[in-house]
Antibody
Framework: EVQLVESGGGLVQPGGSLRLSCAAS????????MSWVRQAPGKGLEWVAN????????YYVDSVKGRFTISRDNAKNSLYLQMNSLRAEDTAVYYC?????????????????WGQGTLVTVSS | QSVLTQPPSVSAAPGQKVTISCSGS????????VSWYQQLPGTAPKLLIY???KRPSGIPDRFSGSKSGTSATLGITGLQTGDEADYYC????????????FGGGTKLTVL
């Protein structure tokens, strides 16, 4: 059974930092692109970042470029999101999701498994 | 303002059929596969449809997807009260600020 379990959320002051983790199990983690998707309270879904299987390619939504860093450790089956210079508008539930991306001419353009999410609140 | 446009809400009676539209452009829906997600209250999103019209294992055939030009549609037949949820379309956007985009979401109410 595929499982994605996020952790690391919490309350942080504006300008602060937080590191989210996602523990993956039930599939060959190193074979998949992985993403972070967030949802502000009462709002819709917003893709944040994704990372290629070997970590060689990373992409970000414009609003987090230069502040957030996605990374992975395939030996530990884990995905991470380092969030710096946090702003109030970063307040959201952050989901770890399997997908999306293209490798070797084959594309995986959807998110087929999601974690339960971890809440990040940026407030003074 | 989302790149993909969905109606904020739709409603129908149990047993009826409903469709949810998702409108985009040539840089997203027009040239890429669309997927659909169901988010029940208080839960994580769940993949319903991928590659425009394919259903993952375990998704009943009451759910269907289609795409024409720069628009996509999710159809749900035989509505059940358990289908009350938010539904999101999504696709890759190959514009300059490339990457994944979601619609704003549609709240389905089963009356």
């Amino acid at each position: 059974e595929v499982q994605l379990v996020e952790s690391g959320g919490g309350l942080v002051q504006p300008g602060g930092s937080l590191r989210l983790s996602c523990a993956a199990s039930g599939f060959t983690f190193s074979s998949y692109w992985m993403s972070w998707v967030r949802q502000a309270p009462g709002k819709g879904l917003e893709w944040v970042a994704n990372i290629k299987q070997d970590g060689s390619e990373k992409y970000y939504v414009d609003s987090v470029k230069g502040r957030f860093t996605i990374s992975r450790d395939n030996a530990k089956n884990s995905l991470y999101l380092q969030m710096n210079s946090l702003r109030a508008e970063d307040t959201a539930v952050y989901y770890c999701a399997r997908g999306f991306g293209c490798s070797g001419g084959s594309c995986y353009l959807f998110f087929d498994y999601w974690g339960q999410g971890t809440l990040v609140t940026v407030s003074s | 303002q989302s790149v993909l446009t969905q109606p904020p809400s739709v409603s129908a009676a149990p047993g009826q059929k409903v469709t949810i539209s998702c409108s985009g452009s040539s840089s997203n829906i027009g040239n890429n596969y669309v997927s659909w997600y169901q988010q029940l209250p208080g839960t994580a999103p769940k993949l319903l449809i991928y590659d425009n019209n394919k259903r993952p294992s375990g998704i009943p055939d009451r759910f269907s997807g289609s795409k024409s030009g720069t628009s996509a549609t999710l159809g749900i037949t035989g509505l059940q009260t358990g289908d009350e949820a938010d539904y999101y379309c999504g696709t890759w956007d190959s514009s300059l600020s490339a990457n994944w985009v979601f619609g704003g979401g549609t709240k389905l109410t089963v009356l």
